[in-house]
C-alpha cells in the first residue's frame, strides 16, 4: 500500500486563514516526519470550507519545505484554469522538486467562479475533455496547440521542456471515469462516498478500458477517506462530531452556483456520522482493519487521508503522528528509501 495525508485546509469556526494556512503547512512537514508518501491540498475559492485558492502555489511552498515526501493538488480545477498555464507549472515544480510534484485535475463545480475568472458555465458543462487533452499534450509531447471549442492558438513548445509528471483525475460521475480510463490516467476518488461506490468506479474504468480494446489497465487508483486515531472508536468519533459539523455547515453553504439551479445541501451532523462510518475513525487497531478491508474491498491500494477533522492545530498534528507511528507501520512499505525521482518512467506516470 502507498499512504499520503489529504488537506482541505478548512476553517473551523473561531479560526483566521493565517492560523490554517499555518496548520497545512506545519501537517506537510509533520507528515514528512511521520514516513508518509505524500500530501495533497485541495484548491476552493470563495468559502472557508477550504481557503486554499491555488493548490499549485501551496504545493510550491510545501515542496521548499520538505526534502523527501511528494505533493500533489487534489485538485487543480480546470475549469478555471488555463491548461497551458498549469502544464508550464507543472513541468517546471518537477524540475525544481525532482520529480516529487503530482498534478491531480479536476472539473470543479457550477459555481460563481466561473463568472470570477471569466471561463462560463460552458467550460465546466462541456471543456473539461478539452482542457485535460490540453494539459497530456503540454507534459508529454512538450508542444502544445489547439483548435478546439475553448482554445484555439498556433503550435508552442513548452519550457522548461517537461519529464512524466504523474497525473491523476478526480471522478465522481461515470462520464468522467470514462474520460479518466480512454486515456489511461488514474482516478482519484473522494472521501464523500464508500467502498461499495469506489469498487463499482473502478470496474466502471475497467469495462471502458476493455470496450477500448485494451486489457484492463493495472492503472493505481487512489482513494481518499477521513482518518482520525485516537484510544478508541468512541474518542475518535466525539472528536470529530466536536468539530467537523460547524466547518461543514459554513463551508458547504458558501458554494454559490454561478446559474439558477438549486445548491446541493447535506445535513453536516448527519454528513459527520455518515464519515465516521465509511472510514478508518477509531483505534489504531480499528484503523489499520479499516484501511485494509477497503483495499481489499475496492482495489485501491493507494489511500490519501484527510487529517484535519478535529479542526485544531495541536490535534491535526497529533493524529498525523498517531497515524504514522501505529498505522502506516502495519499497512506494508508505505514509505520507499529511494531517492525521489528515482523511480522508473512507468512509476512516474509515463504514458
Not at 66 to 89: F, N, Y
Request: net charge negative; charged share 20%; proline share 6%.
Amino acid at each position: 500500500m502507498k499512504a499520503g495525508v489529504f488537506l482541505v485546509a478548512g476553517r473551523f469556526p473561531g479560526q483566521d486563514d493565517s492560523e490554517v494556512l499555518r496548520r497545512s503547512v506545519d501537517a506537510v512537514v509533520c507528515a514528512e516526519a511521520a514516513g508518509f508518501d505524500e500530501v495533497w491540498i485541495a484548491e476552493h475559492h470563495f468559502t472557508p470550507y477550504g481557503v486554499c485558492p491555488s493548490a499549485v502555489t501551496f504545493a510550491a511552498h510545501a515542496l521548499g519545505m520538505t526534502r523527501r515526501i511528494a505533493v500533489g493538488t487534489a485538485v487543480s480545477v480546470l475549469s478555471t484554469a488555463h491548461p497551458v498555464a498549469l502544464a508550464e507549472q507543472a513541468a517546471l515544480l518537477d524540475h525544481l522538486a525532482g520529480g516529487r510534484f503530482r498534478l491531480g485535475v479536476g472539473r470543479g463545480g457550477p459555481w460563481v467562479d466561473l463568472e470570477v475568472f471569466g471561463t462560463g458555465l460552458d467550460r465546466y458543462e462541456r471543456g473539461f475533455a478539452e482542457s485535460l487533452d490540453l494539459v497530456l499534450d503540454c507534459l508529454t509531447t512538450g508542444r502544445a496547440r489547439a483548435d478546439g471549442e475553448h482554445f484555439t492558438f498556433r503550435e508552442v513548445p513548452i519550457v522548461p521542456t517537461p519529464r512524466p509528471v504523474p497525473l491523476a483525475v478526480a471522478a465522481t460521475s461515470p462520464g468522467t471515469v470514462e474520460l479518466a480510463a480512454a486515456r489511461g490516467l488514474p482516478m482519484l476518488l473522494g472521501m464523500h462516498i464508500g467502498d461499495e461506490d469506489k469498487a463499482e468506479m473502478v470496474r466502471h474504468y475497467d469495462q471502458t478500458t476493455a470496450a477500448l480494446g485494451r486489457a484492463p489497465a493495472s492503472v493505481k487508483h487512489i482513494s481518499t477517506v477521513v482518518a482520525h486515531v485516537a484510544d478508541s472508536r468512541e474518542q475518535a468519533c466525539a472528536d470529530l462530531r466536536a468539530a467537523m459539523p460547524d466547518w461543514l455547515a459554513a463551508g458547504l453553504a458558501a458554494h454559490t452556483p454561478v446559474d439558477d439551479r438549486p445548491r446541493p445541501s447535506r445535513d453536516p451532523h448527519a454528513y459527520t456520522e455518515l464519515l465516521c462510518s465509511l472510514h478508518p475513525v477509531g483505534s489504531a487497531d480499528e484503523c489499520v482493519e479499516r484501511l485494509l478491508d477497503s483495499a481489499r474491498n475496492t482495489g485501491i491500494e493507494h489511500v490519501i487521508m484527510m487529517v484535519e477533522g478535529a479542526g485544531s492545530h495541536e490535534r491535526t498534528l497529533a493524529n498525523i503522528t498517531r497515524l504514522g507511528a501505529e498505522v502506516l507501520p502495519r499497512l506494508g512499505n508505505l514509505s520507499s528509501p529511494e531517492a525521489p525521482g528515482s523511480g522508473s518512467a512507468a512509476d512516474r506516470g509515463a504514458r
